[in-house]
């Protein structure tokens, strides 16, 4: 009779073992989010970098370059993470160098999916004559996307839209299912329940007439899988002409990778790669 592999084990060994199965049953019952907004309270006392706990969120200032920036993260949500990934990380750090080595002006940006404003802070901080349009569709999330922008007195440079971004004006249901079902993988889907179309979104086109822009100078995309919807008929991507930058996060989950970078090659789009973004620039940016 083959042995149990807990039977192997001497009874210090068995003890040790046992600790470590409750202990990790333990762990793996804590939220996500919450252990990761607790690693990272350990980071900042790491950092001496001081903070408070008000109205449910962990407020703390921390520099952009050499100028500091009031941040607040909501303990039971992926803020940690974003955080992490665009200010520690700084991952649209490439395209401000592209965008500087070609010499191209930045006024007017579209933050899409702005989750809770931390890339709208960051590009604002580098392009501060820039209006940026922050669109993030979940109610939550844009209530501390709008908090993190008045802390920090931004409201006359980006505009908090509660809206999804999306290939027409109309309503959507919510999908929390995407990922790891935190707030950074939100996403929109299109229902024929009328109940479920909860979310409002906006198409470029109106965004360009409501704003009476004439170009987009730099329009970051992370959709969580709607940029696959965004750029699925051709027929109405008339307002590409009219952008010099992209920088996208493609889900690969949605199979349209391909389909997107070969409409922005046709579209005269030279492609730049920097961790999950897809950077596009118009050839006619290009010095």
Known sequence: MKAKPFQVFNYKHKFKIIKYSIGSRLINSVPKGLKHSYEFIRWLKSQNIS??????????????????????????????????????EEEYKHVRELMLKHKIEVLNVIDGGANVGYTSIYLSHFYPDATILALEPNKNTFKRLTHNIDSNELKKNVSCIQKGLWSKDTYLKADY????KQDWSFRLEETNNEAEKLFETISVESLIETHK?????????????????????????KWLDKVKVFAIEIHDEFHCREDIEAILKKNNFTLFYSGELTIGINKSCLK
């Not at 299912?177 to 790891?180: A, I, K, Q």
């Open 213 to 237: 822009w004439e170009t987009i100078d730099l329009f970051k995309i992370d959709i969580e899988g709607g940029e696959k919807e965004l750029f699925q008929n051709e027929d109405e991507l």
């Open 51 to 88: 903070f408070i706990k008000k109205n449910g969120l962990i407020q703390f200032d921390f520099p952009i370059e050499k100028t500091n920036y009031s941040f607040s993260i909501e303990e039971t949500s992926s803020d940690s993470d974003v955080f992490k990934q665009i200010i520690l």
């Open 177 to 180: 299912s995407f990922r790891d």
